[in-house]
């Protein structure tokens, strides 16, 4: 969408839509801290990103945006509850599915062609698009991805640093840059034509460039604040990763979950992170 295109319909939807009301009123502007608008962008390789705005009602001329990027074969659904709350309190949200990012994508793209470095790609796609945006605040724009959109996210923040006021990795899967080539079937990292690998048909375009790849050593780019959150029953988590990855970011948090597994299935343990994601980045976008 072109950005004039953009800003015609955003002033227009404004002033009609108010699709992010949580009220059970009428939908009026008053009784509502939010709305969502559904705001597409074009990645490097011309592919649509689908994706949604969340935007407050709030005095602020140029707001706070945070990027929200979910994980493996996942959508914009599991981050859609963080992007609410953080609308509520007044910092806008952009909600996305990834290119070839689950079987459920709405954007375009297919997963043989993923990797978490077109995915970083896609944040990159995100960030130059809303940076043209006349009513968000360049200086504070801050990037949250969970799971495998949680080592994406610390890819995408190490090579663009100066583009995140501060980045939160949730449940963050740092152990696909180490294991995926020792542990996924030999047939997927080979496969031209797509070989299923946890539901999603991946291809060796997912792992040639993890080969070697040490994302410890490229996260040191970042030099923001950081905060990790995680559950102490997470498999995926576990094996030294946080610590590691603590100890490279000079300004790092950490959060950990009591009782929570990946994923935050469990009701309690998604509402203690929730309000830890929306204290980190009322701290640090505010």
């Known amino acids: 969408m072109k950005t004039n295109t953009f800003f015609a319909v955003f002033t227009a939807f404004c002033l009609i839509c108010l699709g992010g009301c949580k009220s059970k009123q009428e939908s009026t502007q008053s009784s509502c801290d939010f709305y969502t608008m559904e705001v597409h962008c074009t990645n490097a390789k011309g592919l649509n990103i689908y994706g949604s705005l969340y935007m407050p009602y709030s005095s602020e001329t140029k707001k706070p ?167 102490d029953k997470d498999p995926i988590t576990a094996g030294g990763y946080i610590e590691r990855a603590k100890n490279v970011y000079e300004s790092c948090e950490v959060n950990v979950i009591p009782d929570g597994s990946h994923g935050f299935p469990e009701p309690e343990a998604h509402k203690l992170a929730e309000g830890h994601i929306l204290d980190f980045f009322t701290r640090t976008l505010k």
């Not at 659904?77 to 806008?92: F, H, K, T």
């Not at 070839?100 to 062609?113: F, H, P, V």
């Not at 940076?131 to 190490?158: E, P, T």
């Not at 294991?179 to 946890?198: D, L, Q, W, Y």
């Open 65 to 231: 945006l945070a990027i929200l990027a979910h994980g493996y074969n996942s959508s914009f659904r599991e981050v859609e509850v963080y992007a609410q709350n953080l609308a509520q309190a007044g910092i806008a949200c952009y909600i996305f599915d990834f290119t070839g990012g689950s079987n459920n994508s709405r954007s375009e793209g297919k997963s043989i062609e993923m990797s978490v470095f077109t995915e970083a790609d896609d944040i990159a796609s995100i960030v130059e698009m809303v940076k043209a945006w006349d009513f968000i605040d360049q200086d504070r724009i801050s990037l949250l991805g969970c799971s495998q959109g949680g080592l994406v996210a610390a890819i995408a923040s190490a090579r663009m640093p100066q583009e995140f006021k501060s980045v939160i990795l949730v449940y963050p899967a740092f152990s696909i840059a180490e294991h995926a080539v020792t542990v996924h079937p030999k047939e997927a990292i080979s496969s031209e034509t797509g070989f299923p690998v946890m539901g999603l048909m991946l291809s060796h375009v997912y792992y040639d460039q993890l080969v070697g790849y040490n994302v410890f050593e490229e996260m040191a780019n970042y030099h923001g604040d950081v905060m990790i959150v995680y559950g």
